[in-house]
């Protein structure tokens, strides 16, 4: 078996292909988290309506639902390398446009909404291209290792891209915010020009549809990536209104200010990074499914027992114990999809996991429906627990979700 832990992961950081592919999707993250944070300080202060805040936030999820099973069908018609490059090229460029347009005092919510738009189809891209790559890059057997190098330094850029963006935003306004995301862009295309070639597929010349169709196909005879994708759909549905409604619970029932709010936010992520690199140290193939969904499981308990109990060092704990939990998840389920999948429908099916993921724009609308009529605390508490009846059920009719042999030729390779 590969070496894993801090051997394993210097293995990995020491090949060129993967170092470059890595960074870049460090890159994306800061990107990402930042943006997230700067741009809804932004929009609240030129409008004063939470309301656009939340539209902001639904754009840039938006993509995943309509676009994600497509995205795989199109990257499979490039070479990867140079549609990733391109993309993140391509971005660069409309932050440098959009950051000319704030110094000149011409940047409108519209034009950052439109932006928004593009940046979650540039993830809708980025996310199974980049990691498919990467995976390949350090090859099946060592999967797991290269998935949690992956969801350390996302969990780690959860941190530090609200630090970065809350900062740049009080010094040097929503221009400066666009400045940097646009170096930040034009170093992960320079990184993606010079990583050497070998993780690309070659194009094919079947129609779109068809390639949509067979990849769609592929999923639903696959039982285990069937499983993980309807997981993920449900989990996201529950999940992701609690990264909103979380700090409302913790300021109204915790009676906390914004800076205990945000130590105790932090909880989770400092549980995610530890999580992740457990799981590149300890992990083998055998736990893969346990992990996946005792994870998925561990992070609704905790929720549910952070708004139920409603105590904020508790609350903390509970967070910390959630963030492992993410981390279990969030690695697994990509390595799961990667192992089982042939080759050539590696990008298909991670795509159609990012439609799932992209179900969370309608958990988003679920949470604020019941919030406004139920309150945060509660709508939290039921919430997490649809989530672990779900996961349950997921659990109860895939028994893949139990138990997982990785193919023999990945194993040992």
């Known amino acids: 078996m590969p070496p894993t832990g801090a051997p394993g992961l210097r293995r990995l950081l020491a090949d060129p292909a993967i170092r470059r592919l890595w960074l870049a999707g460090v890159a994306a993250g800061v990107v990402r988290w930042l943006e997230i944070l700067a741009f809804s300080l932004w ?97 099946m057997a060592r999967v797991h290792t290269s998935m949690s190098l992956e969801m350390t330094s996302t969990q780690a850029t959860r941190l530090a891209g609200p630090l970065i963006g809350g900062w740049l935003v009080a010094w040097a306004g929503i221009a400066g915010v666009l400045g940097l995301v646009a170096l930040l862009n034009a170093a992960g295309a320079l990184l993606l020009v010079g990583a050497p070639v070998g993780t690309a597929s070659l194009p094919r010349a079947e129609p779109l549809l068809r390639r949509l169709r067979d990849g769609l196909g592929y999923v639903r005879r696959t039982p285990l990536i069937l499983a993980v994708v ?37 909880a989770e992520g400092v549980g995610a990074v530890a999580g992740a690199l457990w799981v590149g140290a300890y992990a083998r193939p055998a736990w893969f499914a346990v992990a996946y969904s005792a994870g998925a499981a561990l992070i609704a308990v905790a929720v549910f027992g952070f708004a139920a109990v409603g105590e904020p060092l508790a609350g903390f704990v509970l967070l910390l114990a959630g963030g492992f939990g993410m981390a279990c998840f969030a690695t697994m389920q990509t390595s799961l999809i990667l192992i089982v999948a042939s080759p050539e429908m590696r990008v298909r099916a991670m795509s159609v996991m990012v439609l799932a993921i992209g179900t969370a724009p309608l958990g988003f609308l679920l949470a604020g429906l019941l919030a406004d009529a139920l309150g945060a605390r509660v709508t939290l ?29 990945e194993t040992s390779r």
């Open 381 to 409: 508490v039921l919430l997490a627990g649809f989530g672990a009846l779900a996961m349950l059920a997921c659990t109860a009719i895939w028994r893949e979700l139990r138990s997982f042999a990785a193919p023999a030729e």
């Open 230 to 266: 309807v997981s993920t759909g449900l989990f996201n549905l529950w999940y992701m209104p609690y990264l909103a409604l979380a700090p409302v619970v913790a300021e109204t029932t915790m009676r906390l200010a914004p800076g205990p709010i945000g130590v105790l936010m932090a």
């Open 43 to 139: 929009v609240f202060a030129e409008t004063g309506s939470a309301l656009a805040v939340t539209l902001i936030a639904f754009a840039r999820m938006l993509p995943l639902l309509l676009l994600g099973a497509v995205a795989g069908a199109i990257a499979d018609r490039f070479e990867r390398r140079r549609l990733l490059t391109f993309w993140f090229g391509a971005m660069g460029l409309a932050a440098l446009l959009l950051a000319a347009l704030a110094v000149t005092g011409r940047l409108g919510v519209t034009l950052l909404a439109l932006y928004t738009l593009l940046t979650g189809l540039f993830w809708t891209f980025e996310m199974p291209v980049r990691r498919t790559m990467l995976a390949e890059a350090a090859g």
